[in-house]
């Protein structure tokens, strides 16, 4: 069974930094597709970053494009989502996802991604 549980999100001011986690376990295959999404309340779930575990190939959001960093630590079987020079609209729920290799190649919108985390707040004050 597939499990994702994030860990990292905090209050920082504007400008500060934070390193979100994702620890993955049950996967039986090496070519995935892993994603940040962050959602606010009332609004659609946007996607923040992407990592194709088969190349290492990684997308970002133009909003968060030069500021955020994702990673894979494949002996943790860790996803991180390095987040530097924070603003307050990118306060909200963070989730990880997990999906087929595909949805990092042709398709990035939420339902393609199968597992979810159960998400970490980040607060940003200005």
């Known amino acids: 069974q597939v499990h994702l549980v994030e860990s990292g999100g905090d209050s920082v001011p504007a400008g500060g930094s934070l390193r979100l986690s994702c620890v993955r376990s049950?996967?039986?295959?090496?070519?995935?597709?892993l994603a940040w999404f962050r959602q606010a309340p009332g609004k659609e779930r946007e996607g923040v970053a992407t990592?194709?575990?088969?190349?290492?190939?990684?997308h970002y959001a133009d909003s968060v494009k030069g500021r955020f960093t994702i990673s894979e630590d494949t002996a943790k079987n860790t996803l991180y989502l390095q987040m530097n020079s924070l603003k307050p609209e990118d306060q909200t729920m963070y989730y990880c996802?997990?999906?087929?290799?595909?949805?990092?190649?042709?398709?990035?919108?939420?339902?393609?991604?199968?597992?979810w985390g159960q998400g970490t707040q980040v607060t940003v004050s200005s």
């Open positions: 990592i194709y575990t088969h190349t290492g190939n990684t």
């Open positions: 049950g996967f039986t295959s090496s070519s995935v597709c």
């Open positions: 996802a997990a999906g087929p290799g595909i949805a990092c190649i042709t398709d990035r919108r939420p339902e393609k991604f199968r597992h």
